[in-house]
């Protein structure tokens, strides 16, 4: 807001450093940036259990890495709209907005290239430089609603766009090749729209099928927080992927024991219990599976449902 006020000059609304206003949000602010550092920052150069935020940085993980492709449709309301306002010599809050995140994409890349930032950390920009371009988008149409041929122009622009995406959303592509396979070689539509088939299909299946939280995953959670000693330190996982792991952990509330969760994420998925029993620290072990287990002379049963069992050696 007050960079919008410092854009309208004509209004001499002018953004002063020292205002009685803006001192005070501005010292709000600084508190509020001091607490969050002092909770989320300073502990993790204290306390053993967490990764230093300064590495965590480096840290990569899975995330939507077609950056550029999205920006493809916006591309001609963007140059139109710094066309317009060098022409005009004005800078109003979407045009600082564009040159504060330009230039933090610039360090973050070079962060990539020499490795100090990982990708995951340099494609995490994206999703605010997209609310800023589409934002821009709406701007430059409702600024040249006037002019009949550019309306005409950006709505058949626009209704071309949805169909592109209603058609990669809906697999009008795949039913059509079903009916008539020698009308579609490779379907374009899915690629063309990037995130928006991507986030809104793709991964959201691929979620649902590897990670189903249902009341008995729950109830087996539950019961790992009610042992006493279990700990992510002495305990082993199996049959469970990444996504499930991070549920069950959360939900279970089991403490660290001293180990990090970003080593734990990273640890094979599958792990037997045979393989489990060879590993002398750990004495407990948790898998997802339907088989009923029984006491052994090896371990005995601590809890074991339709969703798996928990395990302690004896």
């Excluded at 004509?10 to 602010?29: D, N, Q, R, S, V």
């Excluded at 139109?80 to 010599?89: E, G, Q, R, S, T």
């Excluded at 920009?125 to 371009?133: E, H, N, R």
């Excluded at 990670?211 to 996982?237: F, P, S």
Aim: charged fraction near 20%.
């Amino acid at each position: 807001m007050f960079i919008k006020d410092f854009a309208k000059k004509e209004e001499k609304t002018y953004l002063k450093f020292f205002k009685k206003e803006t001192l005070i949000i501005t010292g709000l602010l600084l508190v509020l940036t001091i607490l969050a550092i002092c909770y989320l920052v300073i502990p993790t150069f204290t306390d053993s259990d967490q990764n230093r935020l300064t590495d965590a940085i480096g840290f990569d993980g899975g995330i939507y890495k077609a950056l550029y492709q999205d920006f493809i449709f916006y591309i001609p309301f963007l140059v139109l709209f710094i066309y317009k306002a060098i022409k005009d010599k004005k800078v109003n809050y979407q045009i600082v907005a564009l040159v504060i995140l330009g230039g933090q994409t610039v360090l973050s890349f070079a962060g990539v290239v020499f490795g100090i930032v990982s990708a995951y950390y340099y494609y995490k920009i994206y999703y605010i430089l997209w609310i800023l371009v589409i934002d821009i988008a709406v701007e430059v149409m409702s600024t040249y609603d006037e002019n009949k041929e550019l309306k005409v122009i950006f709505i058949t622009y626009l209704t071309m766009w949805c169909l592109i995406i209603y058609t990669a959303i809906s697999g009008l592509e795949i039913k059509l090749a079903q009916k008539a396979p020698t009308l579609i070689e490779n379907f374009k539509a899915q690629s063309l729209v990037g995130i928006y088939y991507d986030t809104n299909i793709a991964m959201t299946a691929n979620i649902n099928v590897s990670c189903i939280v249902d009341e008995n995953r729950v109830k087996l959670a539950e019961a790992m927080g009610e042992v006493e000693d279990l700990t992510l330190k002495n305990m082993l996982v199996g049959g469970m992927n990444t996504n499930c792991k991070a549920w069950i952990y959360v939900i279970s509330g089991i403490k660290s024991g001293g180990e990090s969760i970003n080593d734990l994420q990273k640890a094979v998925v599958e792990t037997s219990v045979k393989d489990w029993l060879k590993e002398d620290d750990k004495k407990y072990f948790v898998l997802f599976t339907a088989d009923e287990y029984k006491d052994t002379t090896d371990y005995k049963v601590i809890f074991n449902n339709e969703a798996g069992v928990i395990l302690e050696k004896r």
